[in-house]
């Protein structure tokens, strides 16, 4: 990895071996130039914003990525950290996008190449229970 990242024109980002604080100080070892947090692997919301801190300490940039066919809820905890964090370089995916049924009353979506940054209690979503 290190003569990869050092022979890449091309900034290198790790991503799904990243699981833990561990693991982003291994990659900063490493040379890469960013990592990708994600909820689902640090933690949740605390997690993430806790590894943000880390690799904003070391000088890495962050991707803020979703999983793939994920809920507006997840999407909505992934938009409110990239919020929350003074940078996200390689950018942010939440992946709610292509789903046939989500479990919110208003699923999040892209306006202009961009989400909306839910607002109200919580998260900003509403959970659909119909059917419950």
Known sequence: MLRVAHASPIPICADQSVHSFADIASFWRSGVAGISLKLVKLGGITGVMR?????????????LAGKIAESSVAAAANIHCAAA??????????????LSGDVTTKPLSIVDGHYELPSGPGLGIDVDNIGS
């Not at 590894?51 to 991707?63: D, K, Q, T, V, Y």
């Not at 964090?85 to 292509?98: E, H, K, V």
Request: hydrophobic content about 35%; charged content about 10%; proline content about 4%.
């Open 85 to 98: 964090m003074r940078a996200i370089d390689f950018g942010c995916s939440p992946g709610n996008q292509g």
């Open 51 to 63: 590894g943000a801190a880390l690799c904003e300490s070391l000088g890495l940039s962050i991707n």
